[in-house]
Each structure stands twice: as structure tokens, then as C-alpha cells.
């Protein structure tokens, strides 16, 4: 996921161009099911290699549950991209814990609706699995089990692993825009960041 800002309409009361944040999915993949981790962290690492030749990334990583062992493959491969485990949870609150993030699936696909309905995202022609993503995204649900909002696939057996990477990654880009926005200079120079 690539974050640029454009020019918009000229504000005359801060006497500047509004700027305009969009979102741009370069790439998508889906890894088979059973591949093995290790498997799994060299494709990633060739993956982040590309990007940090292009300047500035992050890699975000789901550490939920299975991911957890991932993450320490991850970690031990040593690229040189920053990266930032995420944990997705079911609660209401975001947290970060050390170097960890602790993110509720609904402010995810929250987030993702948000950028979608505002037009903020774009999925480059030709993507691949761009197809599946757009499947999973017309097949999303929100159950309610007692108070708490349960957000997924409509039916047994579907994906939604596609929209919760791109969830997580628009997440990441806004996350990491927050975070840098005193550190211009550098943001600028690399032209906005990239993240998986």
C-alpha cells in the first residue's frame, strides 16, 4: 500500500491547497493454504527486499493467534523494514503494547469502508487477486453475538483474508502518517511509504 497526497481545492481561510490522501494497493497475494512459515517469511522478505530498494516501508504483520510464530520468523529475518506486529481482537479499545499493536477488527474494516466510501483508495489495474478482494469485500458481514459485533465472511468457508490485510495495511498507512507527520522532511522525501 503506497500513501501520496495530491493537491485539492484551495483553502482560503488557511490560504493553502487542501491536500488529498490516497491510498494506492500495489500489490496483493495470497499465499496457498499449508505453505510452510518458513516458506512464507522468505516470500515476505523477497516481497520487502523490492520495496526498501524504493525507499521508506513498514511491514505490518498479523501476530493474532496463529500469526504469533510468524511474527518471531518475521523478526528473525531481519529485514530492513520496520515491523509491526499486530494483534486484531474482538474489543473496542486500540492499544499498543511495547512494539506491538493491539487493534479491534472493526476499527479495521471500519477504516477500510471509510476509505473506500471516500474514494481514497485505489487498487491498481491488473492486481491479480484484485477480483477475490472485491468477492470478499461485497461478502462481508457484521453479526451481532450479544453486545459485541462479530465482522467476517458471510458464509462457512469463504475468505476474508484479503480484506483483512488490506484493512490492516490502509490501518498501518494512516498509523504511520500520524506518527511521522512532524518528521516532514523525511516523509516527503521518500514520497509516502509503503507498507504490506
Not at 472493526?106 to 473506500?116: A, E, K, P, Y
Not at 474514494?119 to 477480483?131: D, H, Q, R, S
Not at 475468505?159 to 516532514?184: N, P
Amino acid at each position: 500500500m503506497e500513501r501520496t497526497e495530491e493537491p485539492g481545492q484551495f483553502d482560503h481561510v488557511a490560504f493553502a491547497a487542501k491536500k488529498i490522501a490516497r491510498l494506492k494497493l500495489r500489490h496483493l497475494e495470497r499465499v496457498p493454504l499449508g505453505t510452510p512459515y518458513t516458506e512464507v517469511v522468505a516470500r515476505v522478505a523477497t516481497v520487502m527486499e523490492t520495496l526498501e530498494r524504493i525507499g521508506r516501508c513498514q511491514l505490518l504483520a498479523d501476530a493474532t493467534g496463529v500469526g504469533r510464530p510468524v511474527v518471531e520468523l518475521l523478526k528473525q529475518a531481519r529485514m530492513k523494514c520496520e515491523l509491526w506486529p499486530v494483534t486484531i481482537t474482538g474489543g473496542d479499545t486500540e492499544r499498543q503494547e511495547g512494539g506491538s499493536f493491539r487493534v479491534p477488527k472493526r476499527d479495521l474494516i471500519i477504516g477500510l469502508q471509510v476509505n473506500l466510501s471516500a474514494g481514497e483508495l485505489e487498487i491498481a489495474n491488473g492486481t491479480e487477486w484484485g477480483p477475490a478482494l472485491l468477492r470478499e469485500m461485497a461478502a462481508m458481514k457484521v453479526r451481532m453475538r450479544g453486545s459485541r459485533e462479530q465482522f467476517g465472511a458471510s458464509q462457512v468457508g469463504e475468505h476474508d483474508d484479503l480484506v483483512q490485510a488490506v484493512s490492516l495495511a490502509c490501518w498501518g498507512v494512516r498509523k504511520m502518517h500520524r506518527r511521522v507527520a512532524g518528521d516532514v522532511g523525511h516523509w516527503i522525501r521518500d514520497g509516502g511509504g509503503a507498507l504490506f
